[in-house]
């Protein structure tokens, strides 16, 4: 099968290598001229055979519709274009709507597996028309993990981001358990050892994970983490996931939490501590820090 893949990041470039090795053509677009295999949207449009298949792998927001809107004028009817970003599931809908006004087919895919997948294979996670998914099975079959698990049609445009989006949410949440965990088991004098407590829970506990397997892999490279700064960024995925628990009025405590933490990491001098503080020294006369 014939693919036209554009973005060839850290991502999307493991994604053509591994579709290639599964016998597929592959043909990737990107602005770096030293990865790309052709030099504009169009060319690599021309060169694909009718029905074409477009697999969009850029950022969400500004930078997808702005390819949408440029496969919208060059692509035919019959075409389908998949965006496999991190792009908000609403946004999905509008551009099912776009491009469907002249007959090309969409469908959305969340994509899970990072710079690992190359070898160990890609979760998939994909939203839209059953004719248009069953096109484009023998691409799902070459990114998914070996096995019967790792792909799901998870239903109509849209859900294949919303589930991928959920997913984030509860990754937010389980690493901030592990942070939370590992910086109780460092600050106690009883425990020494603390990388390989990480280390005796990847066999045999409940919460061994590949999480877990990472975050020994961390402390293998810096067992106290010594050369890192507390601060987390979060991809806006986390925010998506508490605006949508928001709206359906389901709660998620733990990982609105888990959204909050990374907030709190910003700051180097916490303004809410600061009234905190205040607050205990005029109600129990509890000692303030004074800044030098």
Do not use: C
């Not at 994909?126 to 790792?150: C, M, N, S, T, W």
């Not at 949440?173 to 005796?200: I, P, T």
């Amino acid at each position: 099968m014939q693919l036209g893949l554009i973005g060839l990041g850290k991502m999307g470039g493991n994604m053509r290598e591994r579709i290639r090795r599964a016998g597929h053509t592959v043909i990737g677009y990107d602005r770096n001229p030293d990865v790309s295999d052709v030099k504009s949207l169009e060319e690599m449009v021309q060169k694909l055979e009718a029905p074409r298949t477009v697999w969009v792998m850029v950022p969400a927001g500004t930078a997808t519709q702005g390819i949408v809107d440029e496969l919208r004028d060059l692509l035919e009817p019959g075409d389908t274009v998949v965006d496999g970003g991190n792009s908000r599931w609403t946004d999905d809908e509008k551009h099912a709507a776009e491009l469907g006004v002249r007959g090309i087919g969409f469908v959305d895919a969340g994509v899970s597996g990072g710079v690992w997948g190359l070898e160990n294979g890609y979760a998939l996670m994909v939203g839209g028309d059953k004719k248009h998914v069953k096109r484009l099975q023998p691409i799902f079959d070459a990114l998914k993990p070996e096995g019967p698990y790792g792909y799901v049609h998870a239903g109509r445009v849209g859900a294949g981001h919303f589930s991928k989006m959920v997913h984030n949410g509860i990754e937010y949440a389980m690493m901030q358990a592990y942070a939370e965990g590992w910086e109780l088991l460092e600050k106690v004098n009883s425990v020494d050892n603390v990388r390989e407590v990480y280390r005796s829970w990847q066999d045999g506990t409940v919460i061994r994970s590949w999480l877990l397997d990472l975050a020994v892999n961390a402390l293998d490279d810096d067992e106290h983490l010594t050369e890192l700064r507390g601060f987390a960024q979060d991809s806006g995925e986390g925010r998506w996931t508490v605006e949508a628990a928001i709206d359906n009025a389901v709660p998620l405590p733990a990982i609105t939490a888990s959204l909050f933490a990374r907030f709190a990491s910003r700051q180097d001098d916490s303004p809410q501590m600061k009234m905190i503080a205040a607050l205990r020294n005029q109600f129990g006369g509890h000692a303030v820090e004074k800044k030098d």
